[in-house]
């Protein structure tokens, strides 16, 4: 009788149970891209409904309203995966005396889901025991289900926490003008369709600041509401300040208006705060002062602030004035000088170009006719410069620019697409641009390793040292000099000549050596290479920069610069002391 007990409890245990469901979803072939429209009615509360069209979400109840899109699809693809942890069939919700009041079903919270082809009802009821699990009911289907808590905090529990915090979503918006009025200026942008840049339109025609434009209009997108204060179309305007608004922000394409954006002031509480409302919505509400800060600017705030913006590369440099000459580029980082052979320096040529896009306007002169170009030194501009850029078969002028005469610091420039403006620019950039076409000289003129070095030579009226190099840090001096050398120091030193380049090309000419402090007692450094040659730079005066001023023959001329001050600086305390300054 044991044995047989036992094996009708092993059968019983192994066979009679049922296996344990899989999980079912709550929903079987519910998808959340396909619903329509959502109504969640809260027992006691208002009903709020969001409608899906045309891409986007609006609420429709209590009030019509832009709905806040991620809320609402996160809820649906919740629901999409969400699994009941428990079922309980028709069979045990019967046996419930007062079912609707056990599972918390007798007040009636309803969330609706539609599509183009069905419509599906939950019943939220009560929490479980534990309190981490809510009772539900899918109406017309039999049972009561078990499912994760977290599915209430998805649920709006008013109808602010479906609406959308966004003020503007610039990203629906296709708009070419936008129009400002603050309490500074009044002014119109207009987008260019040729460059998609742009441009004042009023009150003046110049040239927008496109990169804080960008900005600005990234700082309204992100602009969130801070509270929603009221929904009365007929609250007081007066009291949030929209009388006399401190900022109107109003997008349109041509003349359709597409948004339209009011500041009002400050809450009596809240400095940081400001009222705003937007044209077509209900709502009053508050929202941070600083994203509005770019846009309370004056108008200056809003033009460009540099000489030339560069959207398409620089292909051809033109300068007309005392010296006419022109730069054409040879590759990525190299150009020619038209119709010479002199080597040119692309690095020299690049900080030309961006002393062009990056010189700062200073000051602004508007509404200029002929008559005040005297003034401005502009009757006949001292030099003009053009760039240009391959359109087609011919060139494509980006900009030309007329630069007028130095006075009391500022230099003016005005520029051919702008006529009735002239811009004010410091002396450094006046300077830069100024530049002659020998100044843009190859800085780099010589290269030899120090090992190639065989003799170097050190020489002023009445004085001479020579060093000879024996080997690798080995150097040693010749017959007619003497003293203590440091062999790796010496070698440094060379090795810095040999690589030696111009800080800046200041002349060329032997008339040019008094007015750089070469004279009789000028120090003469040779640099005698095992094949024979020869590479010498003579030292003068000083800079106001105390650079030392340095001298050298290429081909026939000679050619002054400003010389790098680690190499002199190595030469004078490794080779020239303790030998007595002249």
């Given at each position: 009788?044991?044995?047989?007990?036992?094996?009708?409890?092993?059968?019983?245990?192994?066979?009679?149970?049922?296996?344990?469901?899989?999980?079912?979803?709550?929903?079987?072939?519910?998808?959340?891209?396909?619903?329509?429209?959502?109504?969640?009615?809260?027992?006691?509360?208002?009903?709020?409904?969001?409608?899906?069209?045309?891409?986007?979400?609006r609420?429709?109840?209590?009030?019509?309203y832009p709905?806040?899109?991620?809320?609402?699809?996160a809820?649906l693809?919740?629901?999409?995966?969400?699994?009941?942890?428990?079922?309980?069939?028709?069979?045990?919700?019967?046996?419930?005396?007062?079912?609707?009041?056990?599972?918390?079903?007798?007040?009636?919270?309803?969330?609706?889901?539609?599509?183009?082809?069905?419509?599906?009802?939950?019943?939220?009821?009560?929490?479980?025991?534990?309190?981490?699990?809510?009772?539900?009911?899918?109406i017309g289907?039999?049972?009561?289900?078990?499912v994760?808590?977290?599915?209430?905090?998805?649920?709006?529990?008013?109808?602010?926490?479906?609406?959308?915090?966004?003020?503007?979503?610039?990203?629906?918006?296709?708009?070419?003008?936008?129009?400002?009025?603050?309490?500074?200026?009044?002014?119109?942008?207009?987008?260019?369709?040729?460059?998609?840049?742009?441009?004042l339109?009023?009150?003046?025609?110049?040239?927008?600041?496109?990169?804080?434009?960008?900005?600005?209009?990234?700082?309204?997108?992100?602009?969130?509401?801070?509270?929603?204060?009221?929904?009365?179309?007929?609250?007081?305007?007066?009291?949030?300040?929209?009388?006399?608004?401190?900022?109107?922000?109003?997008?349109?394409?041509?003349?359709?208006?597409?948004?339209?954006?009011?500041?009002?002031?400050?809450?009596?509480?809240?400095?940081?705060?400001?009222?705003?409302?937007?044209?077509?919505?209900?709502?009053?509400?508050?929202?941070?002062?600083?994203?509005?800060?770019?846009?309370?600017?004056?108008?200056?705030?809003?033009?460009?602030?540099?000489?030339?913006?560069?959207?398409?590369?620089?292909?051809?440099?033109?300068?007309?004035?005392?010296?006419?000459?022109?730069?054409?580029?040879?590759?990525?980082?190299?150009?020619?000088?038209?119709?010479?052979?002199?080597?040119?320096?692309?690095?020299?040529?690049?900080?030309?170009?961006?002393?062009?896009?990056?010189?700062?306007i200073?000051?602004?002169?508007?509404?200029?006719?002929?008559?005040?170009?005297?003034?401005?030194?502009?009757?006949?501009?001292?030099?003009?410069?053009?760039?240009?850029?391959?359109?087609?078969?011919?060139?494509?002028?980006?900009?030309?620019?007329?630069?007028?005469?130095?006075?009391?610091?500022?230099?003016?420039?005005?520029?051919?697409?702008?006529?009735?403006?002239?811009?004010?620019?410091?002396?450094?950039?006046?300077?830069?641009?100024?530049?002659?076409?020998?100044?843009?000289?190859?800085?780099?003129?010589?290269?030899?390793?120090?090992?190639?070095?065989?003799?170097?030579?050190?020489?002023?009226?009445?004085?001479?040292?020579?060093?000879?190099?024996?080997?690798?840090?080995?150097?040693?001096?010749?017959?007619?000099?003497?003293?203590?050398?440091?062999?790796?120091?010496?070698?440094?030193?060379?090795?810095?000549?040999?690589?030696?380049?111009?800080l800046?090309?200041?002349?060329?000419?032997?008339?040019?050596?008094?007015?750089?402090?070469?004279?009789?007692?000028?120090?003469?450094?040779?640099?005698?290479?095992?094949?024979?040659?020869?590479?010498?730079?003579?030292?003068?005066?000083?800079?106001?920069?105390?650079?030392?001023?340095?001298?050298?023959?290429?081909?026939?001329?000679?050619?002054?610069?400003?010389?790098?001050?680690?190499?002199?600086?190595?030469?004078?305390?490794?080779?020239?002391?303790?030998d007595?300054?002249?």
């Amino acid at each position: 009788m044991a044995a047989l007990l036992f094996a009708a409890v092993f059968a019983v245990d192994k066979y009679g149970r049922k296996p344990a469901p899989g999980l079912v979803a709550l929903l079987p072939n519910f998808k959340a891209a396909a619903v329509t429209s959502v109504q969640f009615a809260p027992a006691g509360r208002l009903e709020i409904r969001a409608e899906h069209t045309n891409g986007t979400w609006r609420l429709v109840k209590p009030i019509l309203y832009p709905a806040q899109a991620a809320s609402i699809e996160a809820l649906l693809l919740a629901l999409q995966q969400l699994a009941p942890a428990h079922t309980i069939s028709s069979e045990e919700v019967r046996q419930h005396k007062n079912a609707d009041a056990d599972f918390g079903f007798v007040a009636r919270t309803t969330l609706t889901l539609n599509s183009e082809d069905q419509s599906r009802q939950l019943l939220i009821g009560a929490l479980t025991a534990p309190g981490d699990q809510i009772y539900v009911q899918v109406i017309g289907v039999e049972g009561v289900f078990v499912v994760d808590a977290r599915l209430l905090q998805l649920l709006p529990g008013q109808p602010e926490d479906w609406r959308d915090t966004g003020l503007v979503d610039l990203r629906t918006l296709v708009f070419d003008r936008i129009v400002v009025s603050n309490a500074t200026a009044a002014l119109q942008l207009q987008r260019e369709g040729s460059n998609g840049l742009w441009r004042l339109a009023y009150p003046i025609q110049a040239r927008a600041d496109n990169q804080r434009l960008l900005e600005s209009l990234q700082k309204l997108h992100a602009t969130r509401v801070t509270r929603f204060v009221t929904d009365d179309p007929r609250s007081d305007a007066e009291s949030f300040g929209f009388q006399s608004p401190e900022l109107e922000i109003t997008l349109a394409q041509g003349t359709n208006l597409l948004a339209a954006l009011q500041f009002g002031k400050s809450p009596t509480n809240d400095s940081t705060l400001v009222y705003a409302r937007r044209a077509g919505l209900p709502a009053v509400v508050t929202v941070e002062r600083q994203s509005l800060e770019p846009w309370l600017a004056p108008l200056s705030q809003f033009r460009d602030p540099r000489l030339v913006s560069v959207t398409r590369p620089v292909e051809e440099i033109e300068v007309q004035g005392a010296e006419n000459f022109a730069f054409q580029r040879a590759s990525s980082n190299s150009w020619r000088l038209v119709g010479s052979d002199l080597p040119i320096d692309g690095g020299l040529v690049g900080e030309f170009l961006f002393a062009l896009v990056t010189a700062p306007i200073m000051e602004f002169k508007d509404s200029i006719t002929e008559a005040d170009l005297p003034k401005y030194g502009l009757t006949t501009p001292s030099r003009q410069i053009k760039l240009r850029t391959p359109n087609g078969a011919t060139n494509s002028t980006l900009a030309e620019i007329s630069l007028g005469d130095m006075k009391e610091g500022v230099a003016y420039v005005r520029r051919a697409d702008e006529q009735n403006s002239v811009y004010a620019i410091g002396s450094a950039d006046y300077a830069r641009l100024m530049m002659v076409p020998w100044q843009f000289r190859e800085r780099k003129f010589w290269a030899f390793p120090e090992t190639n070095v065989a003799r170097l030579t050190l020489q002023r009226a009445g004085w001479k040292k020579e060093v000879n190099r024996r080997g690798v840090n080995s150097w040693a001096f010749g017959q007619s000099s003497q003293g203590i050398l440091n062999g790796a120091a010496v070698e440094e030193t060379v090795h810095r000549f040999g690589e030696l380049a111009a800080l800046g090309w200041i002349g060329q000419g032997e008339d040019k050596r008094a007015g750089f402090g070469f004279g009789t007692n000028t120090l003469t450094v040779t640099f005698e290479l095992k094949d024979g040659t020869k590479h010498a730079v003579e030292f003068g005066g000083e800079s106001v920069d105390h650079y030392p001023y340095a001298a050298v023959k290429l081909g026939e001329q000679t050619w002054f610069f400003e010389c790098p001050l680690a190499p002199f600086k190595f030469l004078e305390f490794y080779l020239l002391k303790p030998d007595p300054a002249p």
